[in-house]
Protein backbone atom coordinates (compact mmCIF):
# COMPACT_ATOMS: atom_id res chain seq x y z
CA UNK A 1 0.00 0.00 0.00
CA UNK A 2 2.83 2.56 0.99
CA UNK A 3 4.47 2.26 -2.59
CA UNK A 4 1.21 2.31 -4.02
CA UNK A 5 0.73 6.17 -2.50
CA UNK A 6 3.58 7.04 -3.15
CA UNK A 7 3.37 6.27 -6.85
CA UNK A 8 -0.35 8.18 -6.76
CA UNK A 9 1.45 11.46 -4.91
CA UNK A 10 4.56 11.10 -7.30
CA UNK A 11 2.42 11.28 -10.39
CA UNK A 12 -0.39 13.48 -9.96
CA UNK A 13 1.34 15.98 -6.98
CA UNK A 14 -1.45 18.32 -5.47
CA UNK A 15 -4.25 16.53 -6.86
CA UNK A 16 -2.79 12.69 -5.48
CA UNK A 17 -2.32 14.21 -2.15
CA UNK A 18 -5.96 15.48 -2.10
CA UNK A 19 -7.76 12.60 -3.30
CA UNK A 20 -5.22 10.21 -1.18
CA UNK A 21 -5.99 12.23 1.83
CA UNK A 22 -9.82 12.26 1.28
CA UNK A 23 -9.97 8.56 0.75
CA UNK A 24 -7.83 7.50 4.25
CA UNK A 25 -10.62 9.98 5.98
CA UNK A 26 -13.45 7.47 4.10
CA UNK A 27 -11.86 4.60 4.76
CA UNK A 28 -9.41 4.92 8.02
CA UNK A 29 -7.10 1.73 7.40
CA UNK A 30 -5.08 3.83 5.01
CA UNK A 31 -2.26 5.45 6.85
CA UNK A 32 -2.13 9.67 6.45
CA UNK A 33 1.05 10.04 8.40
CA UNK A 34 2.90 8.12 4.77
CA UNK A 35 0.99 10.13 3.04
CA UNK A 36 1.36 13.51 4.66
CA UNK A 37 5.30 12.91 5.59
CA UNK A 38 5.94 11.36 1.69
CA UNK A 39 4.41 14.61 0.87
CA UNK A 40 6.78 16.67 3.00
CA UNK A 41 9.92 15.08 1.56
CA UNK A 42 8.47 15.65 -2.04
CA UNK A 43 8.97 19.64 -1.24
CA UNK A 44 12.24 18.92 -0.97
CA UNK A 45 12.94 18.13 -4.75
CA UNK A 46 10.06 18.81 -6.38
CA UNK A 47 7.54 21.59 -7.53
CA UNK A 48 5.65 20.93 -4.59
CA UNK A 49 5.67 23.06 -1.75
CA UNK A 50 5.04 22.84 2.63
CA UNK A 51 2.32 25.25 2.27
CA UNK A 52 0.42 23.33 -1.06
CA UNK A 53 1.04 19.74 0.53
CA UNK A 54 -0.73 20.79 3.81
CA UNK A 55 -3.60 22.72 2.18
CA UNK A 56 -4.50 20.15 -0.41
CA UNK A 57 -4.57 17.49 2.33
CA UNK A 58 -6.55 19.32 4.82
CA UNK A 59 -9.21 20.33 1.64
CA UNK A 60 -8.94 16.44 1.25
CA UNK A 61 -9.51 15.62 5.23
CA UNK A 62 -12.52 17.93 5.02
CA UNK A 63 -13.94 16.85 2.06
CA UNK A 64 -13.96 12.92 3.36
CA UNK A 65 -14.98 14.12 7.05
CA UNK A 66 -17.77 15.60 5.32
CA UNK A 67 -18.88 12.49 3.18
CA UNK A 68 -18.75 10.62 6.89
CA UNK A 69 -20.64 13.41 8.16
CA UNK A 70 -23.55 13.66 5.95
CA UNK A 71 -24.13 9.37 6.78
CA UNK A 72 -24.24 9.92 10.04
CA UNK A 73 -26.92 12.27 9.54
CA UNK A 74 -28.97 9.09 8.29
CA UNK A 75 -28.24 7.46 11.63
CA UNK A 76 -29.78 10.27 13.89
CA UNK A 77 -31.19 9.71 17.21
CA UNK A 78 -35.08 8.53 16.31
CA UNK A 79 -33.51 5.64 14.65
CA UNK A 80 -31.28 4.31 17.21
CA UNK A 81 -34.35 4.38 19.58
CA UNK A 82 -36.22 2.19 16.51
CA UNK A 83 -33.07 -0.04 16.73
CA UNK A 84 -32.96 -0.13 20.41
CA UNK A 85 -36.68 -0.68 20.80
CA UNK A 86 -36.34 -3.76 18.77
CA UNK A 87 -32.83 -5.03 20.08
CA UNK A 88 -31.86 -3.01 22.98
CA UNK A 89 -32.52 -5.71 25.32
CA UNK A 90 -29.85 -7.77 23.69
CA UNK A 91 -27.47 -5.14 24.26
CA UNK A 92 -28.58 -4.20 27.42
CA UNK A 93 -29.66 -0.69 26.07
CA UNK A 94 -32.25 1.47 26.78
CA UNK A 95 -33.43 4.90 24.87
CA UNK A 96 -32.14 6.92 28.03
CA UNK A 97 -29.12 5.64 27.55
CA UNK A 98 -29.12 7.13 23.47
CA UNK A 99 -30.58 10.57 25.30
CA UNK A 100 -27.50 10.65 27.53
CA UNK A 101 -25.06 10.24 24.92
CA UNK A 102 -26.27 12.56 22.32
CA UNK A 103 -26.18 15.19 25.41
CA UNK A 104 -22.88 14.36 25.86
CA UNK A 105 -21.96 15.21 22.33
CA UNK A 106 -24.26 18.10 22.61
CA UNK A 107 -21.70 19.80 25.07
CA UNK A 108 -18.86 18.54 24.33
CA UNK A 109 -19.31 17.81 20.73
CA UNK A 110 -17.29 20.22 18.87
CA UNK A 111 -14.37 19.84 21.53
CA UNK A 112 -14.38 15.93 20.84
CA UNK A 113 -14.38 16.52 16.74
CA UNK A 114 -11.39 18.91 17.21
CA UNK A 115 -8.96 16.48 19.65
CA UNK A 116 -9.82 13.83 17.71
CA UNK A 117 -8.41 14.98 14.78
CA UNK A 118 -5.46 14.52 16.14
CA UNK A 119 -5.89 10.57 17.22
CA UNK A 120 -5.33 7.89 14.45
CA UNK A 121 -8.47 6.29 13.38
CA UNK A 122 -11.30 7.81 16.10
CA UNK A 123 -10.15 11.45 13.15
CA UNK A 124 -11.77 9.84 10.50
CA UNK A 125 -14.58 8.23 12.61
CA UNK A 126 -15.26 11.13 14.90
CA UNK A 127 -17.40 12.45 11.84
CA UNK A 128 -20.18 9.90 12.23
CA UNK A 129 -21.59 10.84 15.65
CA UNK A 130 -21.17 14.33 14.90
CA UNK A 131 -23.40 13.82 12.21
CA UNK A 132 -25.96 11.00 14.23
CA UNK A 133 -26.23 14.40 16.91
CA UNK A 134 -27.45 16.77 15.04
CA UNK A 135 -24.26 19.11 14.99
CA UNK A 136 -24.43 22.35 13.00
CA UNK A 137 -22.25 21.68 9.59
CA UNK A 138 -20.92 24.97 9.39
CA UNK A 139 -19.00 24.91 13.11
CA UNK A 140 -18.05 20.95 12.28
CA UNK A 141 -16.22 22.17 9.56
CA UNK A 142 -14.69 24.62 11.12
CA UNK A 143 -13.41 22.45 14.34
CA UNK A 144 -12.57 20.05 11.86
CA UNK A 145 -10.63 22.28 9.71
CA UNK A 146 -8.51 23.38 12.58
CA UNK A 147 -7.43 20.06 14.25
CA UNK A 148 -7.04 18.59 10.77
CA UNK A 149 -4.60 21.70 10.20
CA UNK A 150 -2.71 21.01 13.01
CA UNK A 151 -2.18 17.27 12.39
CA UNK A 152 -1.04 17.85 8.62
CA UNK A 153 0.67 20.80 9.28
CA UNK A 154 3.27 18.81 11.93
CA UNK A 155 3.38 15.78 9.68
CA UNK A 156 4.36 17.70 6.59
CA UNK A 157 6.87 20.00 8.11
CA UNK A 158 8.49 16.86 9.91
CA UNK A 159 8.60 14.80 6.57
CA UNK A 160 9.97 17.87 4.69
CA UNK A 161 12.48 18.31 7.46
CA UNK A 162 13.40 14.30 7.52
CA UNK A 163 13.69 14.09 3.71
CA UNK A 164 15.08 11.13 2.18
CA UNK A 165 14.31 9.21 5.79
CA UNK A 166 11.02 10.02 5.52
CA UNK A 167 10.26 6.80 6.66
CA UNK A 168 11.98 6.74 9.95
CA UNK A 169 9.03 9.16 10.88
CA UNK A 170 6.26 6.94 9.41
CA UNK A 171 7.80 4.62 11.99
CA UNK A 172 7.43 7.15 14.99
CA UNK A 173 4.44 7.39 14.47
CA UNK A 174 3.74 3.83 14.24
CA UNK A 175 4.74 4.00 17.82
CA UNK A 176 2.75 6.58 18.44
CA UNK A 177 -0.59 4.67 16.81
CA UNK A 178 -0.19 1.71 18.71
CA UNK A 179 0.16 3.78 21.97
CA UNK A 180 -3.43 5.52 20.99
CA UNK A 181 -4.95 1.97 20.01
CA UNK A 182 -3.58 0.62 23.27
CA UNK A 183 -5.22 3.83 25.64
CA UNK A 184 -8.38 3.90 23.37
CA UNK A 185 -8.89 -0.20 24.60
CA UNK A 186 -8.37 0.12 27.67
CA UNK A 187 -10.60 3.15 27.88
CA UNK A 188 -13.43 1.41 26.10
CA UNK A 189 -12.76 -2.02 28.57
CA UNK A 190 -13.28 0.45 31.66
CA UNK A 191 -16.18 1.94 30.17
CA UNK A 192 -17.85 -1.28 29.14
CA UNK A 193 -16.59 -2.82 32.68
CA UNK A 194 -19.00 0.43 34.46
CA UNK A 195 -21.70 -0.09 32.32
CA UNK A 196 -21.87 -3.41 32.94
CA UNK A 197 -21.37 -3.01 36.83
CA UNK A 198 -24.30 0.42 36.55
CA UNK A 199 -27.04 -1.97 34.84
CA UNK A 200 -26.13 -5.10 37.11
CA UNK A 201 -26.54 -2.89 40.00
CA UNK A 202 -30.05 -1.60 38.43
Same mark, same amino acid.
Given at each position: ?? @????????? !????????????? @?????????????????????????????????????????????????????? *?????? +???????????????? $????? +?????? $?????????????????? $?????? *? !??????????????????????????? *?????????? +?????????????? !????? !??????????
Amino acid at each position: MQ @NWITDVIEQ !FGYIGVFFMIALE @NIFPPIPSEVILTFGGMMTSYSKLTVWGVILASTAGSVFGAAVLFKIGTYLDVP *RLERIV +DRWGHILRLKKEDIHK $ADSWF +DRFGYW $AVFLCRLVPLIRSLISIP $AGMSGM *R !FSLFLLFTTLGTLIWNTILVYVGAAFG *RNWEQVVHFM +DIYSNVMYALLAAA !FAVFV !FYFVKKKRGQ
